[in-house]
């Protein structure tokens, strides 16, 4: 006997992109260029309902802002989470270590959090539990270490607060500095105590694009599709990574 679907679905879009602190190809810092380029390939009206940045921010204290947020959310219609100061780093700070999320109006957002994670660099997450249509999902945005064993700290520490947390379907995106295609060490459930799923792509660097650091995953297997990387001239000529977009499934059960 086959058990029937009990709950009804829906989906939303994504996309993560590591603009590099605007740093372009070139070697010039260029807000306005990433902003551009944002609006016009990577996250145009309509798009994506789920945009997250990461390296949004300066890298050193006091962690300030570098993008004109006022103008991404008229051109894209999406609204960031970071207007509570307890969502950001610091009062000059847009995000929380250089990380951004954006939602569609449409998502109620219930909860908000942020992460400290350890590392030779600053690294934290941005957590929302959001409702749609009476659909529950919690969204998670980080950049993670270029080591492993810190990678593998950083994502024990995420797990044991997802463990913490009521169940819910979980999106995690951002740059996960994860070369391995399976995931390696820090994305083991082993480590997390959370299976995480999705396609892998190859995202950096930009000009030849070799490793998949940029990840869009569930917890629901199956449940991101239709993901692809974004690679236009702009693109590759604003960071060194180009972004990721997928579709992904929500379960309402």
Known sequence: MVDEPTGKTDDTTCATW??????????????????EVLIRDVSPAG????LALTEADDETPPHAGILDLDRIETATGLRH??????????DSSHGFLGA????????TVEARAVLDLPGHCHRGAVIVEVMRDGTPLRIVTTHLSLSQP????????????LF???EM???LLGDLNEWRPWGGMALSRALTGVSFHG????????SRPLLPLDRILSDRPGAVGQMQVIDTPGVRAASDHLPLSARVRLDAT
């Open 100 to 107: 951004i999320l954006f939602l569609h109006p449409d998502f």
């Open 81 to 90: 989470v970071h207007r509570d100061r307890s969502m950001r780093w610091g």
């Open 150 to 161: 810190l990678r593998m700290a950083q994502m024990r520490i995420l797990g044991q607060y």
């Open 169 to 171: 379907q979980t999106v």
């Open 18 to 35: 590591n603009i590099h602190r605007a740093r372009g190809q070139d070697g010039r810092v260029d807000p306005d260029r990433v902003a």
């Open 47 to 50: 798009r994506h309902e789920i």
């Open 164 to 166: 913490r947390q009521r």
């Open 199 to 206: 396609p892998v792509r190859r995202t950096f660097p930009a």
